[in-house]
């Protein structure tokens, strides 16, 4: 079936929700910023140092509106630093933003290591040329920890903006890029080594977030975590797929799908799709979020392989099997105390998989406060999570007790 008459059958239905995400992602479908013309996002032939070290910084700016009328009360930098995947070394960008007033809270003043959710494929998409445009659709969570009094870090994540395909919900990868922002904002001097650390995503950057809990205790034990918030997020891959198959997100499904091929060649995941869903593969890989939810969305891959099936009747294929297991979040607990927040109505993340990685954490002696949301949609699920998740920042800061909801979920 082609992608026009798939098109010409969406449901009005289908189109309501597209258009509250639209408008929820900021004044309607606003186009990402161009790619730069300068050569800030192209790594220098030396990229060596230990994860974290800065390649290179530049002053930039962030604002809240794409008419660029509202400009953040911070001082913001634009850095490259070096990071690692799964397979080793690798060179990342992204922001840090410190606010200008002073810090009031007790101690130092923290630094947020703040994932962002799904942003797209292409380099356009970053989030630090997203910040200086206008155009972040995060950008009102990213404002409310700066009112705070907090550093925050904004990584670009792998493949967004430098060279290479954006590792997409895979954290291993994404969970690093998140601590090695930290790290850069230390060799900056824009934090110092004992200032407390945090973690927070929703989404794909719950999935960052995560990774980071998971990862912190072996891959940068230096840093001080505190705690982290991870809300809706996507654990188990194989679980996620199904869902967002002819779905208005079918995008997400796109994504995944991309970042796969790219870093499992072995798999030979294009050799099950036909012409129209290679060039579906590499249509979405030029796409961000806002430019490319809409005219992607409903398409359902069993018109994009050549045996006709859907790509989740492939997932079961014992090598793909492996490659998500690998992915897959909950077997390593994280050593601070973690907020996790899902939807029991979200309609991208299934709510199931995101409860089972809580759980899992806490089989492991974690101390983990699961909540569940009951506002509908994904996108209402990020919204409404924003309270507790301020909540549970500022009382890790504060000191305050931590209450574990395990055993009761």
Known sequence: MSQSVLSRRRPSRGRRLLLALAAT???????????????????????SGAPGTVLRSEPSVFYLDPLKVLRAP?????VMYTSANASGPTVVTG??????GAWVGAGERPVVAYAVGTQGMADRCAPSRQLAAGTEYEGAFIKGLLARGYTVAVTDYEGLGTPGVHPYVDARALGRNVLDSVRAAQRLGIVTSTAPVLVSGYSEGGNAAAGALELAASYAPELR??????????AD????????????????????VAALDDAEPQLRIRDLLNAQGKQFLDRVLDTCLVDGIVPNAFVRTSTL???????ADYLSRPDIAAALAERRLGATAPSVPSLV????LDDVV?????????????SQGAKVRFQTLVTPTHVGGFVAGFPSAFAFLEGRVAGAPFVSTCGTF
């Not at 927040?341 to 029991?344: K, V, Y």
């Open 341 to 344: 927040s899902h939807s029991g």
């Open 25 to 47: 992602l900021g004044a309607g479908l606003v186009a990402a910023p161009p790619a730069s013309a300068d050569d800030f996002y192209t790594p220098p032939a030396d990229t």
């Open 74 to 78: 911070a001082d913001v930098t634009r």
């Open 305 to 311: 392989t050549n045996e006709g099936r859907p790509i």
């Open 95 to 100: 922001t840090i933003l410190k606010p200008r």
């Open 225 to 234: 975590l505190k705690g982290g918030y991870a809300g809706a997020v996507p």
């Open 350 to 362: 299934d709510y199931q998989q995101g409860r089972d990685m809580a759980r899992s954490w806490c």
């Open 237 to 256: 891959l194989s679980r996620v797929a199904p869902k967002l198959d002819g779905s208005p997100y079918s995008l997400f499904l796109g994504y995944a």
